[in-house]
């Protein structure tokens, strides 16, 4: 499967933005797909994920009541929508999938977005 991050941009830090991971070639409904971020400096962090059929969600706790992850499997799409946003929120942006669990790794992983909230 191949994925395609994107609606990234500058917002003002309480701002909002939705940032999609748009797949081809499989059916991501087939797949765990978490959202990851790097600030530069920074190691890679998990932002959350949705499970398969977009039953369960998880979330850092640095995101969780401000962050939500959600499916549109007619669009073979994956949404990040971030309100709320703070100055350390400001990272690139990346989706992933696995085809096992999230415990297993991920086995693919998008290009990245870039979001950065000015204060």
């Known amino acids: 499967v191949q994925l395609q991050a994107s609606g990234g941009g500058l917002v003002q830090a309480g701002g909002s933005l939705r940032l999609s991971c748009a797949a081809s070639?499989?059916?991501?409904?087939?797949?765990?797909v978490g959202w990851f971020r790097q600030a530069p400096g920074k190691e890679r962090e998990l932002v959350g994920g949705?499970?398969?059929?977009?039953?369960?969600?998880y979330y850092a706790d640095s995101v969780k009541g401000r962050f939500t992850i959600s499916r549109d499997n007619a669009k073979n799409t994956v949404y990040l929508q971030m309100n709320s946003l703070k100055s350390e929120d400001t990272a690139v942006y990346y989706c992933a999938a696995s085809s096992r669990g999230r415990t297993f790794g991920y086995d693919y992983w998008g290009q990245g977005t870039l979001v950065t909230v000015s204060s």
């Open positions: 949705i499970g398969w059929g977009g039953g369960s969600t």
């Open positions: 070639g499989r059916t991501l409904s087939s797949y765990v």
